[in-house]
């Protein structure tokens, strides 16, 4: 089993900057593609970042290419996603998710992803 705690998030005006990390358990983190996700109110999750177990590949959504930059410190295993230039069109619930790696489903699908943390709020002001 795997534990996710998100951190990081809050309230910040248009044009800011936030960073989200993401605390896992356990002593693979390592072999883990770790992902982050989004939820607003009344819509769909939606993918947000993703980065290999090795670090090497990162993968955005479009609506935050640019901006948002996700990496991982496997020595703390921990990932995290720096959000620069935030719009409140950036405001959800931020999902970070582990993957285990054991199924060919993209990394930008919640199928790819095993473990999932209870969520942190970003809200972005006008």
């Known amino acids: 089993q795997v534990q996710l705690v998100e951190s990081g998030g809050g309230l910040v005006q248009a044009g800011g900057s936030l960073r989200l990390s993401c605390a896992a358990s356990g002593r693979t983190f390592g072999t883990y593609d770790m992902g982050w996700f989004r939820q607003a109110p009344g819509k769909e999750r939606e993918f947000v970042a993703g980065i290999t177990w090795t670090g090497s590949s990162t993968y955005y959504s479009d609506s935050v290419k640019g901006r948002f930059t996700i990496s991982r410190d496997n020595a703390k295993n921990t990932v995290y996603l720096q959000m620069n230039s935030l719009n409140p069109e950036d405001t959800a619930v931020y999902y970070c998710?582990?993957?285990?790696?054991?199924?060919?489903?993209?990394?930008?699908?919640?199928?790819?992803?095993?473990?999932r943390g209870q969520g942190t709020q970003v809200t972005i002001s006008s």
């Open positions: 998710a582990a993957s285990l790696r054991r199924t060919w489903s993209p990394i930008y699908s919640i199928s790819h992803y095993d473990y």
